[in-house]
């Protein structure tokens, strides 16, 4: 397969031409989209050697299973879900729920200053180290949701499927897709502090602990005030 | 799966709240390429299995199947209406059926063993396994009735419930017929299991091939009047494909 030729190929061309019997196909295929499929494993998976075990797998049941697609989707919602079915396995057959506590100075972090509001366009440096240890509270927190939540979210919020899409790879409905990722934001806020009382959702971690998180502050007594 | 039960009531989030755990999760997003010793890893994958596929080369191209069960067919009814005749004529009394040296002695066998179809058919030189016993690029062959379960079970994806039963039953419809797979004939059928093979669960493992490609057919424990069956993927024994089946 030459290098024009395949540029020109749709998805569904690539994928027939491989059940077709060209040595060629599958690889320009998955070439094209696996940038987007190793951000969906690497989410899913919580590390990069398991993302690449994850996708691996993923990689090799789309490969012979291209014969079973029947149109009926986009190549990638198939594609994808082949690729989040193989790394559900793999967090399933582990049985390991990643029990990674949230960063030690939880508690602290608000110190810090505003979180939310800025962007990875900044220009200064320590802006841009918050945003980077948002990123990872963030990504602590989602690795403590059930699985099928937190497949859920990384498609809709992370990646920006469309809800029906993100039912059609995960193979259920639409309104469980909506019931995955209610339940999951709701986990995400308390986990991430988002709902303490008179709390600021733009400030991580700050004031009281979160009752769910594993760090608990040595300093402010969680008693009420004193009224006297 | 359904999903873990969440640890006690969730809270309701506020248009607000929601819109901000949305926001947080977008800005978690990985955009950055996949990293170059995955893409060195999954590219040597990808070669690998082009490079097994049947008719790349150094791989024996795939046969033509229906072909071959109509002349193994074809030999057995001729070495069938050899055994009548020579059963006619009495015993000790050759005759040759076939101008192929391989046949004639396969033929001799079941002429003189009897009727068609029995066990011994199996032990013929063009059997299901010549691809095993001598001629490794052969490659699988589809099942017959004569062949038992020891032959690759021909499955397809979208017919997957109807091919199982319906091999299964031909199999079994001659209960002297039925060999079971050993290791070799996973080979033969371009699937050799691992060791140990304990990754494909209990149940009983046959060769077979889905939707053209080798797999693995493993039959779990029945379940009252039903079973599931599950095919597999050879080396990772990932599942490819399930459904549940009445008990055999």
Known sequence: MNAPAEAELTDHELLQAHVDGDPDAFAVLFRRH??????????????????????????????????????????????HRVVVNACLDRLRAAKVRRADPLPEDLDDFGDRGSLATS??????????????????????????????????????????????????????????????????????????????PGGDPDHLGTGNPDPLSSVRTTEASRAPPDLG | MSDQPDAGPLPELTPAQESEIRRLLAEARHDEPMPVDVVDRLDAVLAGLTRDEPGSEGVAPVIDLAARRRRRNAAALLAGAAAVVVAGFGIGQMIDVSSNDSADSGATVNADRGAAGSADDQEAPESHLEGGDGNPSEGPAAPTPMDGLAAPLSLRSDHLERDITHQLRLAYADASSVRTPDAKDFIAAGCPLPSPAT???????????????????ALRPPTGDTQQADVLACSTADTLASVTIPSH
């Not at chain 1, 690497?42 to 490969?63: E, F, K, S, V, W």
């Not at chain 1, 690795?143 to 993100?166: C, F, N, S």
């Not at chain 2, 990754?199 to 057919?217: I, S, T």
């Open chain 1, 34 to 79: 696996r940038d987007r499929l190793w951000a969906v494993a690497l989410r899913t998976m919580g590390n990069p050697d398991d993302a690449a075990d994850g996708l691996q797998d993923g990689m090799i049941a789309a490969y012979r299973r291209a014969g079973s697609f029947r149109g009926d989707a986009a190549v990638t919602t198939w594609m």
């Open chain 1, 119 to 196: 962007t990875t366009d900044a220009a200064d440096p320590a802006d841009l180290a918050v945003v980077d240890e948002r990123r990872r509270m963030v990504l602590a927190a989602l690795d403590q949701l059930p699985a099928d939540q937190k497949a859920a979210l990384i498609l809709v919020d992370m990646e920006g499927y469309p809800v029906a899409e993100v039912a059609a790879m995960l193979d259920c409905a639409v309104g469980t897709v909506k019931s995955r990722c209610s339940r999951g934001r709701a986990r995400l806020a308390t986990l991430l502090g988002v709902l303490r």
């Open chain 2, 199 to 217: 990754k494909f669960g209990l149940g009983d493992l046959y060769p077979a091939l889905f939707d053209g490609r080798p797999a693995v057919l």
